[in-house]
């Protein structure tokens, strides 16, 4: 029992001491946690957020700006094996705080995991996802997130990391660390707490100074409505200049 201790309290010092940070405005805040849909069964995910105290200014010229504006995406996935799955990302949306729907781009992916992973202790897999971004969504047409999957699970507790790599084809020293955590804990089979933090650090041949970085911790409820559907709630504070002030978060995945 002693190692078990000792490695539980090592990652709660990981997850929990780990800076307060997150995502600058995207179409999915979510931390991958090597669930994929079964062999054969196809599954719908709404991903929707809501930023009610935003920057006022875009990131980049032309670029949508934050502050009181939707965005999110219309996912469909697919089980190849049982640890494999694609997924498609259409559309991803916006609407600006002045009520106009703005059409962002797609997103093609696929999602490797090691077999079974809600009933392992200790499990992982890897996400690649290809974007095509319009000019005010992204500054790049095309873009590439490679996401590792790395967790444990400690009786009724899960800790995940993903460190994120994000690319928009202009050389690897200019691809952006963005990694994501979540602690949580599981109440009952349907109930779940957690707190996650994302992040961009910057180009890893030189990260940004912090309050250049986005950088926001959300908290988190889980509910599992039925056997085949799943809703999941967040709220997140910004923590620097880079990041919104207040984010809210929504995910309903149904599986059929």
Known sequence: MRPRIRRRGLLLKLFLLYPAIGSAQTDEIQVYDASIAAVGEREFTLHSNYTPVGRTSPAFPGGIVPDRSVNGAFEFAYGLRDYWELGLYLPVYTITNEGTIEFDGAKLRTLWVVPHARQKEFFYGLNVEYSYNLPHWDSARWTLEARPIIGFHEGRW???????????FDGVGQTHFAPAARVAYNATERWALALETYSDFGPIQRSYDWEQQ???LFAVVDYATAADSS???????????????????LIWNHAF
């Open 214 to 216: 986005a950088q926001t």
């Open 231 to 249: 809703l999941e709630l967040g709220v997140g504070r910004g923590f620097t200049t880079a990041s919104d002030e207040w984010v809210v978060k």
């Open 158 to 168: 899960d800790f995940i990391f993903n460190p994120i790599l994000d690319s928009s």
